[in-house]
Structure formats: structure tokens, C-alpha cells
């Protein structure tokens, strides 16, 4: 009888621990973030990765894939990784690499499909290639190549989302070639339509052709809610970060007009030509990434929103869609100067959000990357808080700003904060002797440059973009404090933009 007990005591014992022991690995709580009643602890899930480009769920695992060629699965239980799969013939360089990944939603008896997208290059020609794996337990097997797309050293996107019918939805990029993404006949600077086996499907808006909407830059995040309403996030040129709604054989407008429909010439152009805004739309840009819509009623503040990811700004921002879920109609941001880039987010079917950390990209942030980076974190609901519980940001500061407020927010981004620039692909600023020629400094900034020239021996074969939709004044703050901060040339006035525009 003792012993009876005794087993029972364990047992009980046993089952109480198993129901309440957290069911969920964590190596450590980062922060607290106060909402306006919900509180949400941020813990990091998994450290030391290397851009950790996209994330799906499946079976309490984070499958991920890491730009260089890496897909990894992450047990949320254990917290163990591992690869299950190593591309080959993946292309990293910069931005290109292993980018976009989805799932199948395939009967919960059948293992899922993964898709994913990736650079190759052969011989000179960069391509960018849809390749479907069959998963099965723990590895990745029987490689079918689906579609095969112009890939290029930039914009090549891109995400993808496979929708409950299992349709395979392809956010790609212009492939810097920009009139490819108002080619009806070139699958750049689209959204692609097709069948988990690669076909076009039968009721795709357009007879045999993949495309379903175009006009598109760089996007670089794809979300579709419940009702299958379809949204991106895109990369402005200079100006103009875009949040679209996608609507079935719309054109999005690039490069023919950029952002909201404003300017005198956009308005023209538009009176012309049936073109779609955004629903959203950054002027100075925030670099939008990783998309997900945002359904539990576990996090009710945040209900039928979407969540963005964003790399520039490095912020999380919530943007809470109308009733129709056609407009934006506040945004809400997080985490300002905390983790650094952030580059994909995924909602779990419990409401927990996973955010990745993007800081060993081609493009760290002043700070960063830190010794633990990149990241995986996970943020849930909580009842504890402390002293240094987050709340949320301030909204971006405004246009009207100051010479070292303009240049972070219109320049830093590739020169970067202390205008030494990127190796080989943004020149420096500092030692610069264009500067020096307030001339053809202020002709640089109205004209923009084509990359076609070397630069002190370096030929850079990307462009520099115009910046004359700014103001005069705007214009003379950010060329007087260039000149102060690197290069202590001659401050001019808005008598010399006038005369050189
Ligand atoms: C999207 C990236 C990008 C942004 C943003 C950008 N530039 Fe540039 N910039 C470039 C590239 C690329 C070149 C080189 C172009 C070439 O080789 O023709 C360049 C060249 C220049 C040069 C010529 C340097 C030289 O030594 O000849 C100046 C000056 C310059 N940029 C200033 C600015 C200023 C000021 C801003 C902000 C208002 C700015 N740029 C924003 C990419 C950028």
C-alpha cells in the first residue's frame, strides 16, 4: 500500500511537472515590452547563427534557412539545432544567397513540402531558382527544380508563401533591371502563382503565365491573412519603402512612379495609366523585411495586424490594419536601438511571434554585430515585468531636420554614419574630392550618378540616386554638414541649388 502511494505520489508528481514545465526552451529573457495591457517577454531561442534569412513552424520546430547555404531546423523543446540541409551551388554574396523559404500545409499525417529560393551563378550568369524538398524526418530529400528566374548582384527579393490551398506564392525582384518589372513576359519584379508541382495554375488571371500582379522593386516580405488578402513590404530606391495590397493583374507602378502618388508628375502619370498605391509608404526609407499577419487573441493589441521586421530602422513595427483590410490605420514601433537589424518574423500557431536578427548581414549597423549574434527570439505573453520593461517608440522623426538628422536618415544607409562608405560598393565621402567642388557636389545630389565611371580607380556599377525631391534648404543642411564632417569644404546657400537644378 505504501508503495502504491508512493508510485502515485510519483506519478502525480510526474504529470504536474510534464503539464507545467515549460514546454519551451529558452537560453535567456532579453527584455520585457509593455503594451497597453499585455505584457510580452522577448527571449532569445537560438544565438550565433548567421542571417537567418526566413523561418516557418512545423511540429514544434523553427525550420530556418541561413543565407550561405544553410537550411537548419531549431527544436523549440530542447532548444538543439540542427542542418538538414547544405546547398551546394548556393551564390552569397551581399544580398544574394539562400533567401526564401515555405512549407506545404499538407494533411497532419504527411510530411510537407519545403520550398526555397536561391541564387545560383554559372559562369557569369546569376540565376535565381525555386527548388521544392520533400521533408522527412529531419532531412530534406528529392530536389525538384520548379522554376528558374534572372537573378542579378541585387533585388533579387524575395519571399514565398504557400497558401491553405496550396497555391505557392513568389515575391521576386526586379533583378536590377528595372523595366523587367513592367514586362508582361519577364517573371521580375512580380508576383508569381503556381502549383506545388510548379505548373501555372488553371484559374492564374493571366492564361499560362505565372505572373498575378506586378510593377515591383525589391520585395523583401510576403504575408497572406485568413481571408487570403496578400501583402508586401518592398525597397524603395532612394525614397518610398512600400507596404502593398496585392490584388490579382494590378501593376504597383516601378520604376515609373515610387510610393503614394504625390508629386505633380506621378499625379499626371497617373491620370494616364491605371497604377495601385501602397498602403503604406516611408519617406525617410526604414528598409521593410519579414512580413506575417498577425490572427491569435493572444496578443489582442496586436490582433489583425500585420507585424513587419525592418532592417535600416531596425525596429519591429505593428501596423494594424482597417476592418476591410485595405488600409493601414496605425503603426505602432518597438525595439528601437535593441537588437539591431531585424530581418524575418513568424507568428506560431499558439501567438507566440519569433523575430531573426539580420547583423551579420553585408550591411551591420553602428554597434553591432554583437559577439551572440545572429538571433532567433521569441516573444510571449507574460505576468512578470521589471525596472527595464520597454515601451513603445516614439514615431519617426520628422522630415524637417537638422544636417545630421538628414544625413542618417537619406544618406547614412550606404555611405553610412561616418562617411568611410562600403569597400567596393558605396564610395567614401570622407576624402572625397567631388565634395570639395560645392559644384559638382550639389549636381552629384540633384542628378544622381550612374555608376558607370570609376571613382579614385574603383568603379562601383551601382547607382547613386537622385535626391532632388528634396527641399533647397533640406538639400543645403545635408551638403554643409557633409562638408564639416568630412571634408571641410566651402558651406553654400540655397542661391547655388536654385542655379544648378
Ligand atoms: C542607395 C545608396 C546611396 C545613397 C542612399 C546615397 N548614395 Fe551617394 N553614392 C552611392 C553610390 C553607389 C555612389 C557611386 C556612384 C558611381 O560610381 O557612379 C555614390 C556617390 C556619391 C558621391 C560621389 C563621391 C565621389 O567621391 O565622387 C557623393 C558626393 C555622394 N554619393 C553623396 C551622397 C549624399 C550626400 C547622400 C545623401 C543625400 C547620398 N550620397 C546617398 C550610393 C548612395
Known sequence: MKDRIY????????????????????KSVDDYLQLDSTVLEVTTVADSLHVPWEMVYHNNKIIFTEIAGKVKQLDLHTGHIKTILEIPDVYQKRTTGLLGLALSKNDATAEPYIFLTYTSKKDSTITSNLVRYQYQTDT?????????????????????????????????????????????????????????????????????????????????????????????????????????????????GWPLIEGKHDLPAELELAKHKKLTQPIRSWTPVIAPSGLAFYSSDQIPEWKNSLILATLKSQTLRVLKLSEDRKQITHEHIYFSNRYGRLRAVMVAPNGDIFLSTSNRDWNPQKGFPKASDDKILRLSITNKTNSITLHEDKPDETKKAKGDILYKNYCASCHKEDGLGVKNTFPPLVGSQRIRDSQAFVDVILNGLDGKKPINGILYGTLMPSFSFLKDEELVEIINYVNRQFADGKEIGTDMIKKRR
Not at 502515485?8 to 514546454?23: D, E, Q, R
Not at 492564361?207 to 498575378?212: G, K, T
Not at 510576403?222 to 512600400?242: C, K, P, R, V, Y
Open 7 to 26: 508510485i502515485y505520489i510519483i506519478l502525480v508528481t510526474a504529470t504536474f511537472y510534464s503539464c507545467n514545465k515549460p514546454n519551451r526552451y529558452q
Open 140 to 252: 530534406l530529400i528529392n530536389p525538384k527544380k520548379l522554376l528558374q528566374i534572372k537573378g542579378n548582384t541585387a533585388h533579387n527579393g524575395t519571399r514565398l508563401y504557400v497558401d491553405q490551398h496550396n497555391i505557392i506564392y513568389w515575391a521576386t525582384g526586379d533583378a536590377y533591371d528595372f523595366p523587367l518589372a513592367q514586362d508582361s513576359t519577364s517573371l521580375n519584379g512580380k508576383i508569381l502563382r503556381l502549383t506545388i508541382d510548379g505548373s501555372i495554375p488553371k484559374d492564374n488571371p493571366i492564361p499560362n503565365s505565372y505572373v498575378y500582379a506586378w510593377g515591383f522593386r525589391n520585395m523583401q516580405g510576403l504575408a497572406i491573412d485568413e481571408q487570403g488578402n496578400i501583402f508586401t513590404s518592398e525597397h524603395g530606391e532612394a525614397i518610398e519603402d512600400e507596404i502593398n495590397a496585392i490584388y490579382p493583374l494590378h501593376n504597383y
